[in-house]
């Protein structure tokens, strides 16, 4: 499945919205979750094929020509108008997926696969607990979206700065707690810290913690240990790490994920 370009809008400094449209979306069908995502596929320069391709084909080939494969959470999905929007973090030329989004323009098109997903706020949770950085926000702000009015969600998010504040409404009584890597709050002990400090509604939260490796080890570490979460019931996933490119990360997940679980 692909789609086409129909927009780009600037949302902050390091974050960029795509609208997809197009025939190539045509039997596309969400995923029920509000964390759904999708495998975009990215070709790398110099690659003989060009979207749509088959993926098979294209896998065949050289190591140095197969598509790059990045996860992203589908922002919203406009069923009547069929247009998909993706928010990407972008960081200038850095990476595959950052790089196209940057430059994207109308009638680009973007291959991918799925969606997927894996979370859905539990409406009948006493409260809600979401932790995250710019990676994790099309996750929380689509979950946002869904709460009853009268929940109770808080939200902690590491972004770089106050110029990169991302709107984030919600029929729930919301709470956000703003974190700036430029200021120097944003590390995992600054990250836990907001979290404890934050105003704990009666009853066990919902969790949903994902962005940062080491800001979300250090937070599951703190909610498990010291607050009693049930670490399987809540949504708890590292989906990068600092220092890391992708496929760098990709190498050492695993292991990291390993040593993150034996923490506890």
């Known amino acids: 499945m692909y789609g086409t370009v129909i927009e780009t809008q600037r949302l902050s400094p390091t974050m960029v919205r795509v609208i997809l449209g197009g025939e190539g979306l045509e039997g596309y069908t969400p995923a029920p979750h509000t964390d759904q995502y999708v495998n975009a596929l990215f070709i790398p320069d110099g690659a003989p094929y060009a979207v749509p391709f088959d993926l098979d084909a294209a896998r065949a080939e050289a190591a140095e020509h197969r598509p790059r494969g990045r996860r992203y959470t589908i922002r919203w999905w406009d069923p009547d108008a069929r247009r998909l929007a993706i928010d990407f973090v ?19 098109l973007l291959q991918f696969i799925g969606p997927s997903g894996g979370y859905l706020p539990d409406p009948d949770a006493a409260w809600y607990l979401m932790v995250g950085d710019e990676s994790a926000v099309p996750a929380i ?41 430029h200021d120097g709050d944003a590390t995992p002990d600054g990250v836990v810290a907001a979290v404890r400090a934050l105003a704990a509604p009666d009853g066990v939260p919902e969790v949903f913690v994902h962005g940062e490796a080491a800001e979300i080890r ?19 996933s590292p989906y990068w790490r600092r220092g890391h490119t992708d496929e760098a990360w990709r190498e050492v997940k695993r292991e990291w994920v390993a040593a993150m679980n034996a923490d506890l």
């Open 90 to 108: 972008v960081h200038g030329d850095v990476g595959y997926a950052g790089r196209w989004a940057a430059n994207a323009q109308p009638g680009d």
């Open 141 to 181: 702000a689509a979950s946002l979206e869904v709460l009853r009015p009268a929940a109770v969600a808080n939200v902690v998010i590491t972004v770089d700065d106050a110029d990169s504040h991302l709107e984030l409404t919600s029929p729930a009584d919301l709470h956000v707690t703003w974190l700036h890597r």
């Open 218 to 236: 250090a937070v599951r570490k703190y909610l498990v240990a010291e607050r009693g979460i049930d670490r399987d019931a809540a949504s708890i």
